[in-house]
């Protein structure tokens, strides 16, 4: 079976996902000291951020069990994408496109 590019489509998504990282954390990072964002949105990521950082999980790390870090990847990645959510559209947009402009 022919494979397009040598990359399976889990695998390109991934490549996707590295490549744009660096843009997504600078929009984080943005989003985070712009003050038009609310302070309950800015929680929410902060608290995926921390549960990520801090040793004690809700669900052990079993070797048998799941991977140790797939609840940090899961809380995290639920936490990012409810922040982007609970900020204001206009004020997303406008960080993109300045950093889209090399802002």
């Known amino acids: 079976m022919a494979r ?17 990282l660096p843009n997504l954390i600078r929009l984080y990072w943005r989003l985070l000291r712009d003050p038009r964002v609310s302070w309950v949105a ?5 608290a995926g951020v921390v549960y990520t950082l801090v040793p004690v999980d809700l669900l052990l790390d079993l070797p048998f069990a799941i991977p140790g870090y797939l609840d940090d990847i899961v809380v ?28």
């Open 76 to 103: 995290l990645a639920l936490a990012a994408k409810a922040f982007v959510r609970l900020c204001p559209p206009n004020v997303v947009r406008e960080h993109v496109l300045l950093i889209d402009q090399g802002g």
């Open 42 to 46: 800015k929680l929410v990521f902060l």
């Open 4 to 20: 397009r590019g040598g990359l399976r489509g889990s695998n390109w998504g991934n490549v996707r996902l590295m490549m744009h």
